[in-house]
């Protein structure tokens, strides 16, 4: 009996939706044990043998490379939340699977698919409303430091995230003492490397990269730095010349020798005559060339990358040109030192004391360089995350607070409606629920023992409770000064709400790749 009634109720997906669906669970899965400070890390090797070292949603999903559609949806996803608010991935990727589970029991039910997507959206616009009513005005340098703290505790350790999160609030600190500069983020600088561990990250005054001064005869420092930046290589073309001039005599050979040495001459000539001190090269300059700039007395280096060419401009001042013959007065950019300095066996370029504004340069350091290299792209993610709730500054309580409070009021809410609206804005409340069961079960908790507290606490109106990942318990969040941005907040819902709407509306999947097409 059983049995045909479970089959009853699967008749009413068809084929596409209860691979889209089952599809949807996996993918969370996948991701769901690596949610907060407790989560796991996840290991991804490439066909180079290349290890990766993930905890976010989308750099799980980028590097898995599933082909699925619901894996593009969710790539979609956890890639504009990344890139607008560097976090957020796991956390709408498990709303949003649960949303489709949600949906899925209501089908077999019975209910038609477009009934759920109008609950959805009824259940969207009143979250918004609640989460309006519930964000408070970030108001003091001590809730920065919350918000700082809370998201790298999601990333790192106890200790590490104590120790790191104090690092980026110093270097806020110097550049805009008020945290109201919506810029103050642009001119921190993150630098990963390895060889130590992650608590000997330090905080360095200045745009600090990777580079060595092109020769010894060169000044190894200069004060009151005037900086010119190229983008082309500065060297001669020899290939031009040998098919443009056959030498046939010594004359013709002297000319081209001098005709060569004139235009090295010409292009360090324009590099003096501008005023500039300090010459940056994107890409290469020829030894004839440097020997000239060292008996200028020029400081230079080559091979700058964008991103550092980027960062020395906004501090400044400097106008990157294509060529030498580009550079005037007006493009020099100024900066009270520019030096060569060693740290931890390796030489640096340093430019301290920008003209037109401080910057500040975190070298995180790790036991490896690979290691490195995510521990940097996790602190750049918490500047995007710092620049995004500057924009809007208002915060939520974290640890799951928010999805279980919002929950409680809709369960509230749906009371109010019909049948089959309760029904659909009642199962997205409890997706909602999910969030912080997982968040739980990860920390070491009973995932039923959780689940009972929960209703508990929506029950008895207790208000800002959530999971302390490290105390595995159940506390207030306002206490704990466990905060989230609203922003963030906010398009996780709209975002993992629309995903799991375009999944439930489909019907059917149709491969139109240029492969499989027919003209």
Request: aromatic residues 8%; proline residues 2%; positive net charge.
């Amino acid at each position: 009996m059983t049995d045909n009634i479970s089959g009853s109720r699967l008749s009413k997906l068809n084929s596409t939706q209860q691979n889209l669906f089952m599809a949807s669970n996996i993918l969370s899965q996948m991701v769901s044990s690596s949610f907060g400070p407790c989560g796991s890390n996840k290991f991804a090797i490439n066909k180079f043998g290349d290890v990766f070292i993930l905890k976010d949603g989308q750099s799980i999903f980028e590097k898995a490379g599933f082909e699925h559609p619901v894996a593009k949806i969710l790539l979609d996803l956890t890639s504009s939340l990344s890139n607008s608010f560097g976090d957020g991935t796991i956390t709408s990727t498990l709303f949003f699977s649960n949303l489709i589970n949600n949906a899925q029991k209501n089908i077999e039910l019975g209910i038609h698919p477009n009934i759920i997507i109008d609950g959805y959206n009824v259940a969207l616009k009143e979250s918004l409303i609640l989460l309006d009513r519930i964000k408070m005005p970030i108001s003091t340098l001590h809730d920065w430091q919350n918000i700082i703290s809370t998201y790298l505790s999601s990333k790192f350790s106890r200790l590490e995230s104590f120790d790191l999160s104090n690092l980026i609030f110093k270097a806020l600190f110097s550049i805009d003492p008020t945290f109201t500069s919506q810029y103050c983020t642009d001119y921190v600088d993150i630098l990963g490397l390895g060889g130590k561990s992650i608590n000997e990250s330090l905080l360095i005054d200045g745009i600090l990269f990777d580079a060595d001064i092109l020769s010894s005869q060169m000044p190894q420092s200069i004060i009151n730095g005037k900086i010119a930046i190229v983008q082309s290589a500065i060297s001669i073309n020899k290939g031009v010349f040998e098919k443009q001039i056959e030498l046939h005599d010594p004359k013709s050979l002297n000319d081209f020798l001098y005709s060569e040495k004139k235009i090295m001459f010409d292009m360090v000539d324009y590099v003096v005559n501008s005023g500039a001190n300090v010459l940056f090269s994107h890409k290469t300059i020829d030894d004839l060339t440097t020997q000239r700039l060292s008996r200028a007395g020029i400081l230079t280096v080559k091979r700058v990358p964008l991103k550092k060419i980027e960062m020395i401009e906004r501090s400044t001042g400097c106008t990157m040109v294509r060529t030498p013959q580009d550079l005037t007065k007006n493009v020099l950019g100024y900066s009270n030192l520019v030096k060569s300095v060693q740290l931890f066996d390796k030489n640096w370029i340093l430019i301290d004391g920008g003209h037109l504004h401080k910057a500040n340069t975190l070298l995180i350091r790790s036991v490896n360089q690979r290691l490195g290299d995510s521990f940097e792209d996790l602190m750049k993610r918490s500047l995007t995350l710092l620049h995004k709730t500057i924009l809007n500054p208002y915060f939520v309580f974290g640890g799951g607070s928010i999805e279980i409070d919002i929950s409680k009021k809709l369960h509230i809410f749906s009371t109010k409606l019909d049948n089959l609206d309760r029904i659909t804005v009642k199962s997205f409340a409890e997706s909602l629920e999910y969030v912080p069961l997982v968040l739980a079960y990860n920390s070491g908790m009973n995932k039923l023992d959780s689940y009972i507290k929960i209703r508990n606490y929506q029950s008895l109106k207790k208000n800002f409770m959530g999971v302390d990942a490290f105390s595995r318990k159940f506390l207030n969040m306002k206490n704990k000064g466990i905060i989230e941005p609203a922003s963030l907040k906010s398009q996780i819902l709209i975002s993992a709400t629309e995903a799991a709407i375009s999944v439930i509306k489909v019907l059917d999947v149709y491969n139109i790749s240029k492969k499989n097409s027919k003209t």
